[in-house]
Each structure stands twice: as structure tokens, then as C-alpha cells.
């Protein structure tokens, strides 16, 4: 059992990142009873947009794969956020919502979301199981490839 | 009243899909306290992706609505899944996200989604109503012209 | 404390809306345990459409906020209805989902959203702070710019 998310990642290879800040009248977590709503993630390196472009035209299948486990970091930051990096009242993950910027021939938008949901299950395990929706977009903030939103069951 | 969902699907002239299986890190339902959450369904012909196409472009409104009928038949699928086809836990539809892939100017996706409300309604009667919200995105996986995710609540 | 949302709004120079009503099988809101979901609302003038066009095409990022907030003023004639004007059952706003129709370049989602963000603290103070995923769609009903759905938490 891995009860540090900050180290569960590391063990994989990745470093959870700085939680990013809403620079605006919302905030990145609410909890309302046993759930935990995350504000939608994108990309980043460091603090800037990361994997700028659109699926089908820009970015490969591979690049917004990528993108998507980049968000995946961010929701895992947001998560660490709510629960003060201890993992054990994490009861599962509920739900993802997965924007893809893509053009109107793109039908991929379930391999680009894998990259999201492998990260999720490697860090989390069965708790990583999640119901999810994956859809292209015509355009996402900072022009990034993917955004994601999440919720999360925690326990009471 | 109407126990078995399959027989009441039967019924309105419909058969109900085998429910389709996720083949990545997600699953197709999660129940989180009294709600019940499936993962976006797009309208399948046996296991293969049905009505390819844009709104405002390659498919009309009507055709729209049939795969979003179709889409919800997927979303009734799950639900028999999750409730070994016993309506009797179900307390109601709470709310349906509708995608469907259009054009830049198309304007009807509410008559596009009332191909999935009308089914639901005619399925479940009262308990099928449900707030909604309908968009036209860029595109969807396999090309299909509607996703459609939603929300139930169960009795404990 | 405010504990009429109509008085709240006028307070802040608007106008609550009289809440739109669905015309087909769903319903504009829906509750749940202590969650209320709100379908998506799009700005109106009367029972108009306003707001018609597309960000980075032929509206500005000023009219897509104003447009937002407006539609974030549809979300709240919403709550009223179900709370009969009384915002002492509100706990606070959950969530936010902003739909806004947008060119492939447009990157300014967030400022786009922060329209409905702020109207809603304005009006509901630290009760009005939620999470919130922004994009850029394809199209949206009526052709308008920004629309909006929502989750709020309510006393039972």
C-alpha cells in the first residue's frame, strides 16, 4: 500500500507537479458530501501550456497520448491537494471528462484518452477505475491538445 | 409497472444492445453512493459503430435523432448491467451530456437529443425525465455522429 | 445575507430571468440527495437567443463573457425556481461545465468563462466560488456562443 501519492508517482517515473492555481473566481477542487469535483487540467511543463496543437492535424495519436497522462499529473496534483498527499481516503476514482482538440476527421479520441487512464490505474490501482467520456473539440484554453475534469469518491 | 428493462425496452419496438465492454483502463459504470455513472455510449449496429457522419453535413436532423436513440439504448444497456435488469432500484435519470458531432453552423442540437429524452421518457416514464445538456463538438470516436453519457440515481 | 436571489441579482444590476422552460422530455433541473443539477443554459434576452456567433470569429472576447453571464444568470433564475427564491437551503455551487463556440485558434476559454464566474461570486459570495472545465465547441443550440451547465449543493 501506497499511502504518498507524491512517491507512488515517482515510483513511476513522474513527478507530481505544483497543483496549478486558478488565476480567477473558481477554484481547482470542491468537495460537496463524499465527492470531489477537479476543475478541468491541461498540459503543463512547469507552469506553461504543454503539447500545443490538435489531434488529427499537429499532434500524432502517441503526442496526445502524452498530453492526456500530462493533464492525468495535473488531476493527481489537485487530488494530493484535497487530501494533504495522503492517499487513504481515497475511496476510488468516479468519472473523467476528456476534451481532445481535434479536427472533424479525427476518430481516435479513445487512444489519446488511454494515455490518461493507463497513468491513473498505474498510480491508483483497482482505485484507478473510472467511468469516462471522450470527445474532440474545436479549441482549448492556451490552445493545448487535451483537457481533462474529474471526479473522485473520498471517504467521509 | 415494468421490473425487467429489457422486456420494457422489448416493448417499444427496441431490443436492448448487449451491453458494450470498455477495452482499456476504464469501465462502462461506477457507482458512487446512490449514483450511478456511465461512461459516454455512441450508437452501435451489433458491435460496430452506427451513423458516421456530421449534423449539418453528411446526416439530417432526423438521422441525428436515431442515433442518439440508439446511443441511449447503449445507456440503457449499462443500466440492466448494473442492475441485473431489475428496475425496481432505480429512482431516476438525473442527467444526460449530449455530444454530437455537427458542423460549425448547425443549430438543432436539441432535436438531435430528443431522439435519446424520448426514448428514456417512453422507456421509464416519469423517472425517466432528467436535466440534459446538448453540444456540437468537433468529433467523436469511430466517427460517430452522438455520445451520450449520463447520470442515474439508485435506491441504496 | 441575502436570502432572495431575485433581490441579490437586481442588487448587482441585472435582472433575474424568468426561468426557460424545456420543451420535450427533460427538465431544466433535477435533484438528487443534496445535489441539484441544472441543464445547460444559454444566454437569452426575453426568450430570445442572444449572443449569436462564434469566438475568435465574429465575436469578441468582451461579448463572450457578457454572454456567459448571461447564461450564468439563466443557471441562477434555475435555482431560484427550485429553491423558491430562497438561498437559504443553498450550500454552494459544485461545478461549472462552459460550452462556448469557438474557432480552431481561439485559446481564451478561461477569460471567456471568468463572464459567468464572477457574476456568480458577485452574487453568492464565497457560496459562488466552484470548479469549473472551460472549452471551445464546434456549435451550440440556437447558434449562440457560451453555454453553461451546473451542479450545486443544497441543504436537505
Known sequence: MHHSLSQRVRQLGFELPVPSQPIANYVNHVSSQNLLFISGQIPLHGDQPAYIGRLGETLSEEEGARAAELAALG????????????????????RLGVFIAASADFQRQGAVANGASNLLVDALGEKGRHARTAVGVASLPGGVAVEIDAIFELQP
Open 75 to 94: 488531476l493527481l496534483a489537485q487530488l494530493s491537494d484535497a487530501l494533504n498527499d495522503d492517499l487513504s481516503r481515497l475511496v476510488r476514482i468516479v
